[in-house]
């Protein structure tokens, strides 16, 4: 066998990418889509700190990874670096309501933020740098995704958002790090190869709290990005291949931050375009729980895994696909106390949920993961049948979705855990942080209540 060409990690445009980026150099709509990324994140862990999930992890976290460097959710500025990214980035998406992007099926925010943060505190990094580290994880974790679902030696297996999520945690840091090319491309081979596996689709068959591996994804790569800058190596990344050449170099001429979809309901992506349509279906035909004798669900084959009907935690209750549907069709709304504590009891919500039929449409099932749909079909006790659909979920890139939208999100999850004046402080310190000197308001918005 002919042994592969060399790469040389210190002159791609990947690393160099990562090296040179500045937050006054990226577009208007760039820095827009900043400030919605930032504040959708910031609300999500927030409210995800009610989960037990959340509360494991930060009081593991504090305990194996103590220090003063970076602040943990919640209790303070008391863990190192990689401490205070895995507890963060595990509230980050405890709720399942964090960012998200299609071609990669999963969620990059939540695994490039908090790493960020916490490496930009551990640097004393200012809030344009921090930011610009942000744009940079997302950039280069994006694409990571669609690379990982396409490269042979790792399919057919689907990867948790935290296998390729920790390239970009790696790129985030390495960038608040200044290392340059050479050690950034180190950064990512370190994280690539010590990424978690994270084989989602076990666990959208079997929640439990390990989720999308999301926290372990930005946990390694900020120890990656330390240790790219002692020294330590790594054989080059999945990235730097010849054949994805392509991808890479749109690095800095086109803007993947802008692909992100935005949640508005705290359950799997997958159930969302199924929520929409009983939403709309209630609505308009003013339907009570009584008046409705079966619900089918047409849509992608992928959606139908997501099969538990009675959820005993709140990880089995975002992992369905019937038991959100029948909270849309009897509250008409899906939110935190639907899919979580008493919530997870209601009788008339779980004999609903026994009632759905899931099945796969061929025609919705060709257009994923391009594209995310369902059809929804309800009978009637007088006999009457209604449908919606084929039906997107509210938040994709192209649905016009704006900062006052998510502002009104935040509102939604943060002010009962936190109080309203703490959501207005944190829309604010978003809103400025690109002149912060250093992002120690906006990591103190994680703290101050309970």
């Avoid at 990094?125 to 930011?131: C, I, K, Q, T």
């Avoid at 057919?156 to 935290?162: I, K």
């Avoid at 649905?399 to 703490?422: E, M, N, P």
């Amino acid at each position: 066998m002919k042994p592969a060409a060399p790469i040389n990690m210190a002159k791609n445009g990947i690393s160099d990418f990562i090296a040179s980026a500045r937050f006054g150099d990226f577009p208007e709509a760039v820095r827009a889509q900043l400030s919605r990324n930032l504040l959708d994140l910031f609300a999500a862990t927030i409210a995800g700190l009610a989960t037990p999930a959340a509360n494991i992890v930060a009081d593991y976290a504090a305990t194996a990874f103590p220090g003063n460097d970076a602040t943990i959710a919640g209790r303070g500025k008391i863990g190192s670096a990689p401490g205070a990214a895995l507890a963060n980035a595990c509230a980050a998406n405890a709720l399942d309501v964090d960012d998200g992007f299609r071609l990669a099926k999963g969620h990059p925010g939540a695994v490039v933020i908090p790493a960020a943060l916490a490496a930009a505190q551990a640097q004393n990094a200012s809030g344009a740098d921090f930011l610009a580290a942000v744009v940079v994880g997302y950039e280069v974790g994006m694409r990571a995704g669609t690379i990982w679902h396409a490269h042979p030696h790792r399919g057919p297996s689907y990867h948790g958002s935290g296998s390729w999520g920790s390239l970009g945690a790696a790129a985030a840091c390495a960038r608040l790090a200044g290392l340059g090319p050479r050690e950034a491309g180190h950064a990512l081979a370190i994280a690539e190869y010590h990424a978690p596996l994270a084989p989602i689709m076990d666990c959208v068959r079997h929640p439990a709290m390990v989720k999308d591996g999301i926290h372990w994804g930005a946990f390694v790569g900020v120890i990656a990005a330390q240790l790219a800058a002692h020294g330590f190596t790594g054989m080059p990344a999945t990235l730097f291949a010849d054949e994805y050449r392509g991808s890479m170099q749109t690095l800095g001429a086109e803007w993947w931050i802008e692909r992100v979809y935005f949640k508005f309901h705290p359950c799997c992506r997958w159930a969302q375009p199924a929520v929409a349509g009983a939403v709309e279906l209630r609505k308009k035909h003013n339907l009570t729980p009584d008046d409705i004798t079966a619900v089918r669900i047409e849509t992608f084959e992928a959606a139908t895994q997501l099969g538990t009907r009675r959820p005993t935690n709140t990880e089995e209750a975002q992992y369905s696909l019937p038991f959100p549907v029948a909270c849309a069709f009897v509250h008409g709304r899906v939110g935190v106390p639907e899919i979580a504590g008493d919530g997870l009891n209601d009788e008339a919500v779980l004999v609903l949920s026994d009632r759905i039929e899931m099945c796969v449409d061929p025609a919705i099932e060709a257009r994923f993961p391009d594209d995310a749909l369902a059809r929804v079909t309800v009978t009637t006790s007088g006999g009457r049948t209604h449908v919606t659909g084929p039906l997107p979920a509210p938040g994709d890139p192209d649905s016009g979705i704006t900062f006052d939208d998510l502002v009104s999100k935040a509102h939604r999850l943060v002010d009962g855990v936190a109080g309203r004046s703490h959501t207005r402080r944190l829309v604010e310190t978003v809103l400025c942080c690109a002149d912060l000197k250093t992002v120690e308001p906006l990591a103190e918005c994680l703290v101050g209540f309970g």
